[in-house]
Nanobody, 120 residues
Framework: QVQVAESGGGLVQPGGSLRLSCTAS????????MAWYRQPPGEQIELVAD???????SYLESVKGRFDIARDNQKNTVYLQMNDVRPEDTAVYYC??????????????WGQGTQVTVSS
């Protein structure tokens, strides 16, 4: 089984920075994709950023130029560096990891979520 755990959420002032981390553990042969989603209060979940094994990256339009996603393949960890945060970035942030436990056994697991609140 694969487990995913996020950390790094909290309260931050507008214009500030925060770094989220997410690590996958367990029986893992390969990780294809690591991604961050978020769910603002009362809204639907949305993709914030994702990164493939080869380092291909995509971002939600509203976070381009402010957020950076990076991964450490050796540590099965993905980071989300959040800069110049805005009140509208307030949300529960979820990490998801897609890969395989062994050839022919794909998985997709989600973390429990971490709250990010942007407020003065």
């Amino acid at each position: 089984q694969v487990q995913v755990a996020e950390s790094g959420g909290g309260l931050v002032q507008p214009g500030g920075s925060l770094r989220l981390s997410c690590t996958a553990s367990g029986t893992i042969a390969d990780i294809y994709l690591m991604a961050w989603y978020r769910q603002p209060p009362g809204e639907q979940i949305e993709l914030v950023a994702d990164i493939t094994k080869l380092g291909e990256i995509s971002y939600l339009e509203s976070v381009k130029g402010r957020f950076d996603i990076a991964r450490d393949n050796q540590k099965n960890t993905v980071y989300l560096q959040m800069n110049d945060v805005r009140p509208e970035d307030t949300a529960v942030y979820y990490c998801t990891v897609q890969g395989s436990e062994k050839p022919g056994s794909p998985f997709r697991e989600w973390g429990q979520g971490t709250q990010v609140t942007v407020s003065s």
